[in-house]
């Protein structure tokens, strides 16, 4: 048995669907449910008596500590995360408590079990965890991609929290001796993603006739992954990977924002045409920046690649009909995650930026 943490995001759920459809072995799953988990992700797993969900914070150690001696796990990923760099800007208190304090509970909880096991369950023992190529900071145009051994410059209180767990799970390795692996990703986009996001938004405000907002000059270049790249990604490391060591995750594809949103337009045009006959495109608006915007994010992958063997399976071209496609073909989930919530977020966020 696996433990996930973060089951019900938009990564997290990725991952366990993607388990059972390769693996009997059983998994519990813990997630807080705040906006961004949603166990409509896993609603085809309901009756599956692989798959256990528990509605719990990584930060609450009595938790942690009884599903652990319950369950007894081989293994803990943690997807758990607060994880929208926007939101971090509006409020960044529940990333320091999520990422960073939730992060440090959960270890300990983790390296108290862990030191009870026997030898051998000892020895075969994980933590998996997951983070972000936002931590590296941001590169300029010819710079070389981020490698495992790039110095950590994070710019926004989301990477900056996500860079402190990091940094607390190496270090549980070097003085504890918890044997830990950590990935670090790069734009990851799929079905369930939560529709802050990039992709997803532009996805659903051209369905329903709104205006496409693109930062700035829409030049920022981002890595883009498909989600289930990512997941056999870590399945690989969780299997593989080399303890204490750090891979950094990517899918090849480095792209503008603006070309992103002119391919998303470009397949709506072919796939959900507008019913008056004009291009996604004339939907784009150009909106201010938001503060201390990275300008360019790019992964050396070679390192898993050499070791490990992986490599993604799809290019940007595949993934992103797929991902699209699973958008027309799922309004009712769209539907139902964009509560009063989300509504009241994004006009936030927007607001005063034409």
Known sequence: ????TGSAGFIGANFVL?????HDEAVVGLDKLTYAGNLENLASLKDDPRHIFVRGDIGDAELVTKLLKQYRPRAVINFAAESH????IHGPEDFIQTNIVGTFHLLESVRAYWSGLADEEKTDFRFLHVSTDEVYGSLAKGDPAFS???RYEPNSPYSASKAASDHLVRAYHHTYGLPVLTTNCSNNYGPYHFPEKLIPLMIVNALAGKPLPVYGDGQQIRDWLYVKDHCSAIRCVLEKGRLGEVYNVGGCNEKANLDIVHTVCALLDELRPRADGKPYREQIAFVADRPGHDRRYAIDARKIERELGWKPAETFETGIRKTVQWYLDNQGWVNNVQSGNYRQWVEKNYAGRD
Not at 1 to 4: D, E, G, R, Y
């Open 1 to 4: 048995m696996i433990l996930v």
């Open 18 to 22: 993607d388990w059972f459809a390769r």
């Open 85 to 88: 760099v926007d939101r971090s």
């Open 148 to 150: 495992e051994t790039h």
